[in-house]
C-alpha cells in the first residue's frame, strides 16, 4: 500500500503480487459482505500534472464497522467472484453483515477517538538566506545567497517596487530584515481527527441485528485540507420454520473532502496550481507568513519577487480548491433454502450505487490560469451484482466428502457522467459557472467529462473440493465468462483452476500426536484468468462537439468526428496463468506456525496501444501483444515467545518478494509509456522489470563507468533518455510484536523495505535549492565533482557550492537521473497500547466493559540514502493511483498520526 499524499482523504495504492497488466487495472477486487464494492478513484483530470487529490472509494467504508478483513492472493478468487479478481481480492465482512454469529440479547457499543497529526517536515537551513554565489537579496528562487549575521543585515523591502507603489505605500522604504524566518513550518498546522461510532446489536428468537452509525470530522495538516464522513449501516439475519434463510446489509455513506490542488514540481514552479509546489523550496529569509498575500484591491497573488512570477503559497490555500463529495447506498440481500441435508440453494443480490460530485476551482488573480477556473462534474456509477449458488456438501461414504458450489452471476456496471469547465471568471469569489465568459465540456487536461458506459459480465461456475479420509484433498474449479466488452467470438472464454494438498500429520504415524510437528500441510495448484478490455475499442463510435469553436463572425460551429482510435474487433482478453505451491505448519506445541508460498504468474495478450501514422486518419489501436511474469516468494511466521497465565508474547513476520519481467513486445513497439511523461516516467521494455523509470541520465565514460563532467566542472548530460532506476523493491519484511500482561497489552508493527529506486522531486528540488540543514556548510569553500573528464583523468575542476549543488540538480536543469534515491526504508509502522478495566470494577456498573487505548502510525522510520535532513518518506506516490511507481514530484510531506480512544459497552 503507497499513499499519494499525506492529505486527508488523498488516494491509496493497492497492489498483491507485482502488477501484471501494464496498460490495464491493477487495483485489487474489494468485495463487502459477499458482493463487488468499487474501490477505485474517478479522477477526472486523466493528467497528474493537474493533481492526484481524489480519494480511493474504500474510503467510504467505516472502519468501526468490519467485523473482518481477509486477502485472496491468487488466481482462484476469480472462480467465485470473476475475472474483476485477477489482481486479488480483498474479503470484508462488516458487522452488519456478520449478524449470524450474533449470540448476545442485546449490546450497545460506543467508541470515541481523537487523533492529531503532523507533518513531517525537513529541517531547513538557519545560516544562509536566498541568492546565487553567497550574494546578499532575497528576491531569488534559490537558498545560496550571503551568510545571516547578528544583527541581521537590512535589505530593501521585497514589496517595495513600483507595480505594488499604490497597493503597499507602507513598505515604500521600509527596512527588511535579512534573517532566518520558520516560514515552512509555520505555513503547516497540527491536524485533527474525531471519530465517534455506535454500534447496537442482539438478537431476538430467530432474528440477529445490527445497526450502526460513524461520524469522522478530520482537519488536515494544512488549513483548507478536511474530510467529513458520515456513516449509516443496518443488518440482519433471520431463520424461518419452512427451511429457508433470510440475511441482508444496507448501508448508507456521505463523504466530503476538501482540498487545495497538487501537481508535479521540480522545484521551479509547478507544472500547474499546485499547494506544495513552492511552499517546500521557500528561501529561508522569506517571511511567507507574515507578507501579505494578496492585492487588496483586486485580490491577485503578490510574492515576493520583484517579477511576481511565483503563486503565493497562502494565496493559493485560499483561493484554489478541489472538491470530492460522494453520497453512497450498498448493501445485498441473500435468501437461502435449505433442500436437504448437506445441500443448499441460495439467491443473491447486491448492489453499489454512489453519486460523486467533483469540483476543481481557482479564483482569477493567480498565476496559474490567473482568469480563474471552475470545473464541475457529477458521476453515478453502480455495480448490480446477481448470483444464484448451489451448494451441496456430504461424505459420499466413510473415506470421501465432497463440497461443490455451482452457480451462476451476473453483474452489470454502468457509469455516467457530465460536467463542464470554466474559464475568465467575472467576479472574484463566486464560484458558479454563470460567472464564467467561457465553458468548455471537456477537462482542463482535455479529458471528456460528459459521457456513459456500460458493461455486463456474466459468468457460470463451479468449484469444489474432494476430500479423502481428511488427510489428502483435490480443489478443482472453472468459470465460463461472457463479456460484453468484445465482439462475439471473443466473448466467451473458460478459465478453469486446480490444486491438491496434502497433510502428512494427518495419516503418517510417527508424525500424529508429535510435539515438534503438530500440523504440516503440503499445496499445489494452478489457476487461470482474464482481464476483458474497457469498452468502446472494437467497433467505430462517433464524438460529438458541440461549440466546438467560434467563427470570425461569431457563429457556433459543431462538429461530428470519428475517433482518433482505430477499432480492432479482433481484440481479445489479457490471458493470466499462475502456478503455486505452498507449505503450511504448526510447530513446537503449536507454538511456531509457517505458511511459505512460490508462486509464478504469467499474463499474455496484453491489451497494448499501437501508435499508428495520423495521416492514416487515426493515432492508435489496441492490439493483443506482450507478456508479463510475475514470480515470487511469501513467508509467514508466528512465534509464541510468552504463553503465561499473565503473560502473553505472539511475534510475527512477514517476507515476501517479487520478480517481474516484461517480454514478447513485438518490434514495433520497443517501449510503453506505463505513467508520467513520455521522455521521464515509467516504462515496460523487453527484457526489464515492468515499470523502470526511463529519464535524462549523465553519461559515464567507457572504460570506467564513471559519470563524465565537462570543461565547466559540470556533469555531461546525454542526448537521449535512457533507464534510470527500478522501483521495484529486492524484498520487505513486516514484523508484529503482540505483548500483553493482564489487561493491558502492547502491539507495535514494524516494515522494512530493502531497495527499489524512487525518483524524488522533494529532495533533488530542495538539495538543489539550498534550503535544508543537508547544505549547511562552508559554502566559500570550491568543490569537485566525483567524476572523471572526457581524457579519463579524475575530476579536478573546482566550482563554487552554488554550481556544484544548484546546477547539478533537476531544479538547475540537470539530469534526472540527480534525483534518483535507493528507496530503502525501515518503519516503525503503528505502536498501541490499551488497558481493558477488570470485569469485577463494573459489577455494579451498567457497562460490560470498558477499554482505552493510546495509539500511533509511522512514528517514525529512516531512509538511509536520502538527504539527512529534508526527512523524506519514500512511502509516497506522485503518479497517483494506477500502475505507475517510483516517482515524486514535491506532492507534500507524509504524516504522523497519534492519539486515543475509549470503547464502552453496554
Known amino acids: 500500500m503507497v499513499s499519494t499524499s499525506g492529505l486527508s482523504g488523498s488516494g491509496t495504492n493497492i497492489n498483491i503480487r507485482g502488477i501484471s497488466t501494464i496498460t490495464g487495472n491493477s487495483q485489487p477486487l474489494w468485495v463487502v459482505d459477499g458482493v463487488p464494492f468499487d474501490g477505485g478513484t474517478n479522477n477526472q483530470s486523466t493528467n497528474f500534472t493537474y493533481g492526484n487529490q481524489t480519494s480511493s472509494r474504500f474510503l467510504d467504508l467505516d472502519p468501526n464497522n468490519i467485523a473482518s478483513i481477509s486477502i485472496l492472493k491468487g488466481l482462484s478468487a476469480t472462480t467465485l467472484y470473476g475475472s474483476a479478481g485477477r489482481n486479488g481480492v480483498i474479503l470484508v465482512t462488516t458487522k452488519n453483515g456478520s449478524t ?7 449490546e450497545v457499543t460506543v467508541s470515541q477517538s481523537f487523533f492529531q497529526t503532523k507533518a513531517v517536515l525537513p529541517d531547513y537551513n538557519t545560516q544562509y538566506g536566498g541568492g546565487f554565489d553567497l550574494s546578499l537579496g532575497i528576491a531569488f528562487f534559490s537558498n545560496w545567497g550571503a551568510k545571516f549575521t547578528n544583527p541581521p543585515a537590512v535589505v530593501k523591502h521585497p514589496y517595495d517596487r513600483a507595480a505594488l507603489a499604490n ?15 520558520n516560514s515552512v513550518h509555520n505555513f503547516f498546522q497540527t491536524g485533527n481527527t474525531s471519530t465517534t461510532s455506535i454500534n447496537v446489536s442482539g438478537t431476538s428468537g430467530k432474528l440477529n441485528y445490527n445497526m450502526n452509525y460513524g461520524y469522522t470530522g478530520d482537519a488536515g495538516y494544512i488549513p483548507m485540507n478536511s474530510m467529513f464522513k458520515n456513516t449509516f449501516g443496518v443488518g440482519g439475519s433471520a431463520k424461518l420454520t419452512n427451511n429457508l434463510t433470510i440475511s ?9 473532502v476538501k482540498s487545495p490542488p497538487t501537481s508535479n514540481s521540480y522545484g521551479n514552479n509547478p507544472a500547474n496550481t499546485s499547494i506544495f509546489g513552492n511552499v517546500m523550496y521557500t528561501p529561508t529569509a522569506v517571511d511567507l507568513m507574515g507578507l501579505p498575500y494578496e492585492n487588496p484591491f483586486d485580490h491577485s497573488s503578490v510574492y515576493y519577487r520583484g517579477s511576481n512570477d511565483i503563486q503565493n503559497p497562502r494565496w493559493t490555500l485560499y483561493n484554489s480548491f478541489t472538491d470530492d463529495k460522494v453520497s453512497r447506498v450498498f448493501g445485498q440481500m441473500r435468501i437461502g433454502l435449505d433442500l436437504a441435508k448437506g ?3 441460495s439467491y443473491h443480490v447486491g448492489i453499489d450505487n454512489y453519486t460523486e460530485s467533483q469540483m476543481y476551482a481557482q479564483n482569477k488573480g493567480g498565476i496559474f490560469t490567473p482568469t480563474g477556473i471552475l470545473r464541475t462534474s457529477t458521476a453515478l456509477n453502480t455495480i448490480m451484482d446477481h448470483t444464484v449458488l448451489l451448494n451441496f456438501n456430504r461424505n459420499l461414504n466413510s473415506n470421501f466428502n465432497l463440497n461443490l458450489d455451482a452457480g451462476f452471476n451476473a453483474r452489470k456496471y454502468n457509469f455516467s457522467q457530465t460536467g463542464m469547465t470554466s474559464t475568465q471568471q467575472l467576479v472574484y469569489g463566486l464560484m458558479n459557472h454563470g460567472n464564467f465568459i467561457t465553458h468548455d465540456i471537456n477537462s482542463e487536461a482535455g479529458a471528456p467529462l460528459n459521457y456513459n458506459t456500460e458493461k455486463l459480465l456474466m459468468g457460470a461456475f463451479a468449484q469444489g473440493q474432494l476430500g479423502y479420509k481428511d488427510y489428502a484433498f483435490l480443489n478443482f474449479g472453472g468459470r465460463n465468462d461472457w463479456a460484453s466488452t ?18 502428512p500429520t494427518s495419516v503418517i504415524n510417527w508424525l500424529q500426536g508429535n510435539k515438534q510437528i503438530n500440523y504440516l500441510k503440503f499445496r499445489l495448484g494452478y489457476s487461470t484468468s482474464a482481464n476483458f478490455p474497457d469498452p468502446y475499442s472494437t467497433r467505430p463510435s462517433l464524438n460529438i462537439g458541440t461549440r466546438s469553436f467560434i467563427t470570425g463572425g461569431g457563429t457556433a460551429i459543431n462538429v461530428n468526428s470519428l475517433q482518433t482510435q482505430l477499432p480492432n474487433p479482433d481484440l481479445k482478453p489479457e490471458l493470466l496463468k499462475e502456478a503455486e505451491a505452498g507449505i503450511e505448519g504448526r510447530f513446537i506445541d503449536n507454538r511456531l506456525t509457517l505458511d511459505l508460498s512460490f508462486y509464478r504468474r504469467v499474463a499474455n495478450n496484453q491489451i497494448l496501444n499501437r501508435f499508428l501514422d495520423p495521416s492514416t486518419g487515426y493515432t492508435f489501436q489496441q492490439i493483443n501483444a506482450g507478456t508479463v511474469t510475475n514470480k515470487g516468494i511469501e513467508m509467514a511466521l508466528g512465534y509464541d515467545v510468552i504463553r503465561g497465565k499473565k503473560w502473553k508474547w505472539h511475534l510475527d513476520g512477514l517476507w515476501s518478494l517479487n520478480r517481474s519481467n516484461v517480454s514478447d513486445l513485438p518490434s514495433y513497439i520497443t517501449r510503453i509509456n506505463t505513467s508520467g511523461y513520455s521522455n521521464q516516467g515509467t516504462f515496460a521494455i523487453n527484457g526489464q522489470p515492468l515499470g523502470v523509470i526511463m529519464g535524462s541520465y549523465i553519461q559515464r565514460d567507457p572504460k570506467t563507468k564513471q559519470r563524465l563532467v565537462g570543461v565547466d566542472g559540470n556533469y555531461v548530460a ?16 513486516t514484523g508484529i510484536s503482540e505483548l500483553s500482561y493482564k489487561a493491558f497489552s502492547f502491539r ?23 534550503v535544508t540543514k543537508d547544505t549547511q556548510f562552508d559554502r566559500a569553500a570550491p568543490y569537485i565533482l ?9 575530476n579536478n575542476i573546482q566550482i563554487s557550492a552554488t554550481q556544484a549543488f544548484f546546477s547539478n540538480s533537476i531544479t538547475g536543469g540537470a539530469p534526472d537521473e540527480t534525483a534518483i534515491y535507493d528507496a530503502t526504508c525501515i518503519r516503525l509502522r503503528e505502536a498501541s497500547l490499551s488497558y481493558q478495566l477488570p470485569a469485577k470494577l463494573l459489577t455494579n456498573l451498567p457497562f460490560g466493559s470498558i477499554s482505552v487505548s493510546l495509539s500511533g502510525s509511522n512514528l517514525w522510520y529512516y531512509a538511509p540514502n536520502f538527504p539527512k535532513y529534508i526527512h523524506f518518506d519514500p512511502d509516497v506516490n506522485g503518479l497517483g493511483v494506477g500502475n505507475g511507481r517510483g516517482m515524486e514530484f514535491l506532492t507534500g510531506p507524509s504524516a504522523r498520526r497519534y492519539g486515543a480512544s475509549i470503547r464502552v459497552t453496554f
Do not use: C
Not at 449470524?100 to 442485546?106: A, I, L, P, S
Open 486 to 503: 468484445v465482439e462475439k467470438s471473443n466473448r466467451s472464454l473458460f478459465y478453469p483452476n486446480v490444486g491438491v494438498s496434502f497433510i
Open 167 to 181: 497597493v503597499f505605500p507602507q513598505f515604500a522604504g521600509a527596512p527588511y530584515l535579512y534573517k532566518f524566518y
Open 248 to 256: 441482508g446489509t444496507l448501508n448508507y455513506v456521505s463523504d466530503d
Open 343 to 345: 445441500i443448499n440453494l
Open 100 to 106: 449470524g454469529t450474533v449470540h448476545k440479547k442485546q
Open 748 to 770: 507495535m508493527q514494524w516494515d522494512y523495505t530493502a531497495g527499489g529506486d524512487l525518483y524524488s522531486g522533494t529532495s533533488g528540488a530542495l538539495l538543489g535549492r539550498g
Open 718 to 733: 546525454a542526448n537521449d533518455i535512457g533507464i534510470i532506476g527500478d522501483p521495484n523493491p529486492k524484498y520487505k519484511l
Open 786 to 794: 566525483p567524476g572523471v573528464l572526457a581524457n579519463g583523468q579524475p
